[in-house]
């Protein structure tokens, strides 16, 4: 059974920075794609960034690139994000998810939540202004 675990949200201010990690277990993640997705309160949940973990190919929403970076540890099976510049808007609860085998490299394919089989239980990140 796959579990993902994610930490590192909290409170900052807008401008500074956050890293969460996404500690994931149960599996050799060598073949999957992990995702960030984030959720605002009263808005539906989106597609933050995505990383194929075999080939390394990064994905990023408009909204966050050039300010977040997704990477890997792959002695530790976590996926970091690292988020720098962040803003108000930015405030949200955090996602991390996993599919094995992803069938495609193109960013709609990794930003459908839908291709996701495993899902953490999220970390709350507030960014004040």
């Known amino acids: 059974q796959v579990q993902l675990v994610e930490s590192g949200g909290g409170l900052v201010q807008a401008g500074g920075s956050l890293r969460l990690s996404c500690a994931a277990s149960?599996?050799?993640?060598?073949?999957?794609?992990m995702g960030w997705f984030r959720q605002a309160p009263g808005k539906e949940r989106e597609f933050v960034a995505a990383l194929n973990w075999r080939g390394g190919a990064e994905y990023y929403a408009d909204s966050v690139k050039g300010r977040f970076t997704i990477s890997k540890d792959n002695a530790k099976d976590t996926v970091h994000l690292q988020m720098n510049s962040l803003k108000p808007e930015d405030t949200a609860v955090y996602y991390c998810?996993?599919?094995?085998?992803?069938?495609?490299?193109?960013?709609?394919?990794?930003?459908?939540?839908?291709?996701?089989?495993?899902w953490g239980q999220g970390t709350q990140v507030t960014v004040s202004s």
């Open positions: 149960g599996r050799t993640f060598g073949s999957y794609a």
């Open positions: 998810a996993a599919v094995n085998n992803p069938a495609s490299f193109g960013i709609s394919w990794y930003a459908s939540q839908d291709r996701y089989d495993y």
